[in-house]
């Protein structure tokens, strides 16, 4: 177990090393209200407790990604710990903090927003389409994704249908009501088992001996699937997720001091790294190799979600331990939908103070959503995972342009903004659902992309710079 825990050790490591890097290097100004106060409105900007806050920014990014993502990577072995970890400190918790910290310095304000001020007008655009269309992807996923582990936790004694029936009137109800209301009250709790579930799975691996394998580079994957990209795509929320860049600005609206993003966003991330990194572990020393390929091609990662929690904890146990997992998508569900409100309305500028305001944006989101419940998951959760990788590679440039309009070391973000560029157009090239490239001439492909995209960030960087009046950051509103 050297590999496992040596890489949990790592994880907690780094939130108290390059998190406080990252912290201390943005500046944090304890004075500056927040827009929690400065623009109070009693349903999105509503002042809340750090713990809550935490508990909350935790279960809306921790969707089913961080557990059926590395069950999927598994099937690489232990070269996937390395991109859990790696990627979670220097990419996925920077993503988090950055995009949450510019948030706050901006109103609130949500990626499109953000992309439009410092990437340009035509990002603005093309970032709303992407996130919203994320958003429905996610929300869409995390309605079958637990409407199927409940129908089979129940034995098939409650219909399919009424179950998902059951999680879109939910999710109407998280989305319109103020954020305090459902969202405030119940997340605390669910987090709890949330917790409950990792520590069980994981603490029973330990105690246990199960026999986790040890690192190596080498490529287990029984099909012999391409490392690179498509681990990258699969393992998406345990390491860097664009997802998480459309979750943040929610919490952005109800944190009461910047002080506190450290351990609500990078914090929150680092967490979300070690539920990774458990259910890698986990599918990887109970269902090696050809098993786990066999396991998850008659009942998808879900299936493995019930093998490994009744395996290793028993009937109650487990049951408490798929309770836990149910929890996460239901939790990123309705915060995707609320969201993508969010952004539609602060886009076509609805104030959002009324119900019938939020209610004729948020109908035809769910109506869309149950549409697309009809597909494949296996070719929804493709789409997503392409869609994630490249808003996360948007939400990273975001942050290298503020850091580097300041001329701070704005590395810790363009660096991974370019690996995942580079990963995306990689997989958007080769995929039978892009444009299904030779993987020589996606990779040559997906270059010359990158340079692009590169030589553009720099290009927008010297005009940013150049403007004498850019506003880095909004004004404050006066705190009443």
């Given at each position: 177990?050297?590999?496992f825990l040596?890489?949990?050790?790592?994880?907690?490591?780094?939130?108290f090393t390059?998190?406080?890097?990252?912290?201390?290097?943005?500046?944090?100004?304890d004075?500056r209200?927040?827009?929690?106060?400065?623009?109070?409105?009693?349903?999105d900007y509503?002042?809340?407790g750090?713990?809550?806050?935490?508990?909350?920014q935790?279960?809306?990014?921790?969707g089913v990604?961080?557990?059926?993502g590395?069950?999927m990577?598994?099937?690489?072995?232990p070269?996937?710990?390395?991109?859990i970890?790696v990627g979670?400190?220097?990419a996925?918790?920077?993503?988090?903090?950055?995009?949450?910290?510019?948030?706050?310095?901006?109103?609130?304000?949500?990626?499109?927003?953000?992309?439009g001020?410092?990437?340009?007008?035509?990002?603005?655009?093309?970032?709303?389409?992407?996130?919203v269309l994320?958003?429905?992807?996610?929300?869409?996923?995390?309605v079958?994704?637990?409407?199927?582990?409940?129908?089979?936790?129940?034995?098939g004694?409650?219909?399919?249908?009424v179950?998902?029936a059951?999680?879109?009137?939910y999710?109407?109800?998280?989305t319109?009501?103020?954020?305090?209301?459902?969202i405030?009250?119940?997340?605390?709790?669910?987090?709890a088992?949330l917790?409950?579930?990792a520590?069980?799975?994981?603490g029973?691996?330990?105690?246990?001996?199960?026999?986790?394998?040890?690192?190596?580079l080498?490529?287990m994957?029984?099909a012999?699937?391409a490392?690179?990209?498509?681990l990258f795509?699969?393992?998406?929320c345990?390491?860097?997720?664009?997802?998480h860049?459309t979750q943040?600005?929610?919490?952005s609206?109800?944190?009461?001091n910047?002080?506190?993003?450290?351990?609500?966003?990078y914090?929150?991330?680092?967490?979300?790294?070690i539920i990774?990194m458990?259910?890698?572990?986990?599918?990887?020393?109970l269902?090696?190799?050809?098993?786990?390929?066999?396991?998850?091609?008659t009942?998808?990662?879900?299936?493995?979600v019930?093998e490994?929690?009744f395996?290793?904890?028993g009937?109650l146990?487990?049951t408490?331990?798929v309770?836990?997992?149910?929890?996460?998508?239901?939790?990123?569900?309705?915060?995707?939908?609320?969201?993508?409100?969010?952004?539609?309305?602060d886009?076509i500028?609805?104030?959002?103070?009324?119900?019938a305001s939020?209610?004729?944006?948020?109908?035809p989101l769910?109506?869309i959503s149950?549409?697309?419940?009809?597909?494949d998951?296996?070719?929804l959760w493709?789409?997503?995972?392409?869609?994630?990788?490249?808003l996360?590679a948007i939400?990273l440039f975001?942050?290298?342009?503020?850091?580097?309009?300041?001329?701070?070391?704005?590395?810790v973000?363009?660096v991974?903004?370019t690996?995942?560029?580079?990963?995306s157009?990689?997989f958007?090239?080769?995929a039978p659902i892009?444009?299904?490239?030779?993987?020589?001439?996606?990779?040559?492909?997906?270059s010359?992309g990158?340079?692009i995209i590169?030589?553009?960030?720099a290009?927008?960087?010297?005009?940013?710079?150049?403007?004498?009046d850019f506003q880095?950051?909004e004004?404050v509103?006066?705190?009443?």
């Amino acid at each position: 177990m050297i590999t496992f825990l040596g890489s949990i050790a790592l994880l907690i490591i780094a939130y108290f090393t390059y998190g406080k890097f990252i912290e201390k290097m943005f500046g944090v100004k304890d004075a500056r209200p927040t827009p929690a106060y400065s623009m109070k409105d009693g349903v999105d900007y509503i002042p809340m407790g750090t713990n809550r806050n935490s508990l909350i920014q935790l279960l809306n990014i921790a969707g089913v990604g961080p557990i059926f993502g590395p069950i999927m990577g598994a099937l690489y072995g232990p070269v996937a710990f390395i991109w859990i970890v790696v990627g979670c400190i220097f990419a996925g918790a920077v993503h988090d903090y950055l995009t949450g910290m510019i948030s706050i310095r901006n109103k609130g304000a949500h990626l499109p927003q953000l992309a439009g001020k410092f990437l340009g007008t035509f990002m603005k655009h093309f970032v709303n389409f992407v996130a919203v269309l994320l958003l429905l992807l996610v929300g869409t996923v995390f309605v079958t994704a637990p409407a199927g582990l409940l129908y089979n936790l129940m034995n098939g004694w409650v219909a399919l249908g009424v179950i998902t029936a059951a999680i879109f009137i939910y999710y109407i109800f998280a989305t319109m009501l103020p954020v305090d209301k459902i969202i405030g009250k119940v997340y605390p709790i669910l987090g709890a088992l949330l917790l409950i579930s990792a520590v069980g799975i994981g603490g029973m691996l330990i105690v246990t001996g199960a026999p986790i394998p040890e690192l190596t580079l080498e490529n287990m994957h029984p099909a012999g699937t391409a490392i690179f990209p498509i681990l990258f795509i699969t393992i998406a929320c345990g390491a860097v997720s664009g997802f998480h860049a459309t979750q943040s600005p929610i919490i952005s609206r109800t944190l009461q001091n910047e002080q506190n993003g450290r351990k609500v966003f990078y914090g929150m991330m680092i967490v979300e790294g070690i539920i990774a990194m458990i259910w890698a572990a986990a599918a990887m020393s109970l269902f090696y190799g050809q098993d786990l390929s066999e396991l998850i091609a008659t009942g998808g990662a879900g299936l493995v979600v019930s093998e490994v929690s009744f395996t290793l904890l028993g009937a109650l146990g487990g049951t408490l331990a798929v309770l836990g997992v149910i929890v996460l998508p239901i939790t990123s569900g309705d915060t995707a939908f609320r969201s993508a409100r969010m952004i539609i309305a602060d886009y076509i500028k609805v104030p959002q103070m009324k119900i019938a305001s939020r209610l004729w944006i948020a109908l035809p989101l769910f109506v869309i959503s149950f549409i697309l419940t009809t597909m494949d998951f296996t070719l929804l959760w493709r789409y997503f995972g392409v869609t994630n990788a490249a808003l996360s590679a948007i939400a990273l440039f975001v942050g290298a342009m503020y850091l580097a309009i300041q001329k701070k070391f704005h590395w810790v973000a363009l660096v991974p903004a370019t690996f995942m560029t580079m990963v995306s157009l990689t997989f958007i090239f080769s995929a039978p659902i892009g444009f299904g490239l030779a993987m020589s001439t996606a990779y040559l492909a997906a270059s010359i992309g990158t340079v692009i995209i590169l030589g553009l960030f720099a290009y927008k960087l010297k005009l940013n710079r150049a403007e004498s009046d850019f506003q880095l950051d909004e004004e404050v509103d006066k705190v009443a």
